[in-house]
């Protein structure tokens, strides 16, 4: 199935989904870059990531429901988690990897919410939680993992919910790019 090249904020991407996910970061003032660097992996094969968030040091892939890229995305993290000096996805700059799942219904019946999933990676088949909050110092809205604490836009200390919990944030519903064709 191809993709559908879609035009937003300026910028074209290479399906809809991915403009979509433009659209909702914009939407949680997440600023970001599409497709601004690519990697030379360590198994030697090249990746171009979806999405870099500069304010917040977080690799975003954008995952339909039919992509298989899956294995290069680990790679990433795997490879960033090997260069890093920090050990742990909840800290303060640390790489963070993640994929971002298609948007799903909230609860069984309800039609019309769905919510944005993403879902952190360390390295193959080593996943974790990530929900999405507010730092209290800097007010930037940060992705955060597992059960950490530090804001990934300032560095500061916060009461973040535990891994899994819903914020606010979490559950807007997925914001989509205006439909042109
Ligand atoms: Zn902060």
Redesign the pocket.
């Given at each position: 199935m191809k993709a559908i090249p879609t035009k937003y904020g300026g910028v074209d991407f290479r399906s809809r989904l991915e403009a979509d996910w433009a659209a909702h970061l914009d939407r949680l003032s997440i600023d970001w870059q599409y497709e601004v660097e690519g990697y030379q992996l360590s198994d030697g094969s090249w990746y171009l990531p979806d999405f870099y968030l500069p304010d917040i040091q977080v690799w975003l892939e954008v995952k339909g429901a039919h992509n298989q890229r899956v294995s290069k995305v680990e790679q990433l993290a795997a490879d960033l988690w090997a260069e890093s000096p920090v050990d742990l996805p909840t800290l303060y700059g640390a790489p963070m990897v993640l994929i971002a799942q298609p948007p799903q219904r909230v609860a069984p019946g309800v039609i019309d919410e769905w919510r944005a999933y993403v879902h952190g990676v360390r390295g193959p088949g080593k996943g974790y939680s990530v929900t999405i909050d507010q730092?209290a110092?800097?007010n930037?809205v940060?992705f955060v993992a597992l059960w950490g604490k530090d804001?990934r836009?300032?560095?500061?200390y916060?009461d973040f919910l535990m891994e899994g919990a819903w914020t606010e944030l979490a559950q807007l519903e997925f914001t989509r790019a205006p439909r042109t064709v």
């Open positions: 730092c110092h800097c930037k940060v804001c836009a300032c560095g500061k916060n």
